[in-house]
Structures are given as structure tokens and as C-alpha cells.
């Protein structure tokens, strides 16, 4: 079974300031990752995904994450948050044998301060 | 605009009652996923179909069911509905060998 954990529920950053949501995943097999945002009344919305090969991945928005299988992270960071970051982003797993059921983490709240 | 449709956008009944809700996946997907979002549970995915038939199951109650038509759009049937069962309704869908799963923008399903 594959379980993701994002360690922080809620995360304020000012404006322009960098940003870094964590996240932690545990699974048997190999896997891809993903992040997604929701935005306030939304649905979800792609922003990366590692699937293979370079471990930084670059997404939309200027974000980007790093996958360190040893400490089985996948953590997203921004050098610089906009306003229009606040949303809630999900990290998600699933395995790379078919099994393509999406697991979640629970969210982290990214509130950006003027 | 991730190209999936839900209908409807809101939908409030009462306790027992029974609903459906239904998605359109984007052109050419086959595959069409049902995940749930609630405050307590969070994220979880129900059901996956895969071009008309049943490919994977999560934590999905026996009182729902969902089924994919031949156009391929689905629908998720909600019977004896609790208050429980209040939440976000989310469709997904993605193509054949595409690992990417484009989300719609939800059913918030309200029960009374």
C-alpha cells in the first residue's frame, strides 16, 4: 500500500518570499508523483509530475520539485510566491505497474501575505 | 479548462434520497476515475473505469455505484444518502498510456 504524508496543513509566506511545501511518500514499488493546486472553489489542477529520469522537475507557475528516493520526499518549492499562489496544494502517488488510483496527501494551505 | 465536465455543479437533498452525478471525460480518454473530498477523509479515490468497464475499486460504499457508457461518460449513483455523504465529488480522466489524470471541476454534493 502507498501512503503520502505533507507534513505542514498550513503554510504563510509572504509575498515574493521563497516557498517549500513538503512532502513524504511510502510505497513497496516504484511510482510516479504528482502535485496538484486547487484553487478556492476549483478542481484540481495539474502542476508537475515526476514520472522517470532527472530528479528536479520543472511545472507550471514557476514551481518545481525534487525527488530524493532515498528520503522518499518529493518536496515543491517556488523562489518567489505571487499572491495568486494562495490554493491548497496535494501531493499524490501512484505506482508505475499499472495500479494507476490516485493516493493523496492530505493538503497544505499556502497563504500568501502582502 | 482541464477539458472534464461534471454535472451538476451543486446539488442539496435530503437524508435517503438518491442522486446521480455525471462526467464527461476529455476527448479521447478512456479512462475515468471518481475521488471523493471531504474534511474528515480528505482526498480518496472510489472507482476507475476503463473504456466501459470496472478497472480498479478504492473506498467506495455499496450503496454507490458507477458505471461508463459507450459514449464513455460516466455516472456515479448515490442511494440512501447519509449526512456523511456531504462532499466534493471529483471525475478524473486520462488516456491510454497517459499517466497524467485531468480533474473536473466537481459536484459538491450537500445532503440535509
Known amino acids: 500500500a502507498q501512503s503520502v504524508t505533507q507534513l505542514d496543513s498550513q503554510v504563510p509566506v509572504f509575498e515574493e518570499a521563497p516557498v517549500e511545501l513538503r512532502c513524504n511518500y511510502s510505497?513497496?514499488?516504484?511510482?510516479?508523483l504528482f502535485w496538484y493546486v486547487q484553487y478556492p472553489n476549483q478542481g484540481l489542477q495539474l502542476l508537475l509530475k515526476?514520472?522517470?529520469?532527472?530528479?528536479l522537475v520543472k511545472g507550471i507557475n514557476g514551481f518545481e520539485a525534487e525527488f530524493n528516493k532515498s528520503q522518499t520526499s518529493f518536496h515543491l518549492r517556488k523562489p518567489s510566491v505571487h499572491i495568486s499562489d494562495t490554493a491548497e496544494y496535494f501531493c499524490?502517488?501512484?505506482?508505475?505497474?499499472?495500479?494507476?488510483?490516485?493516493?493523496f496527501g492530505t493538503g497544505t494551505r499556502l497563504t500568501i501575505i502582502p | 479548462d482541464s477539458g472534464v465536465t461534471q454535472t451538476p455543479k451543486h446539488l442539496i437533498t435530503a437524508t435517503g434520497q438518491r442522486v446521480t452525478l455525471r462526467c464527461s471525460p476529455r476527448?479521447?480518454?478512456?479512462?475515468v476515475y471518481w475521488y471523493q473530498q471531504s474534511l474528515d477523509q480528505g482526498l480518496q479515490f472510489l472507482i476507475q473505469?476503463?473504456?466501459?468497464?470496472?478497472?480498479a475499486k478504492g473506498n467506495i460504499l455499496e450503496r454507490f455505484s458507477a458505471q461508463q457508457f459507450p459514449d464513455l461518460h460516466s455516472e456515479l449513483n448515490l442511494s440512501s444518502l447519509e449526512l456523511g455523504d456531504s462532499a466534493l465529488y471529483f471525475c478524473?480522466?486520462?488516456?491510454?498510456?497517459?499517466?497524467?489524470?485531468?480533474f473536473g471541476p466537481g459536484t459538491r454534493l450537500t445532503v440535509l
Open positions: 478524473a480522466s486520462s488516456a491510454p498510456g497517459i499517466d497524467t489524470q485531468y
Open positions: 515526476y514520472l522517470s529520469g532527472s530528479t
Open positions: 499524490a502517488v501512484s505506482d508505475n505497474f499499472g495500479n494507476e488510483k490516485l493516493t
Open positions: 510505497s513497496s514499488v516504484s511510482v510516479y
Open positions: 473505469y476503463y473504456n466501459g468497464e470496472e478497472r
Open positions: 476527448s479521447g480518454d478512456l479512462s
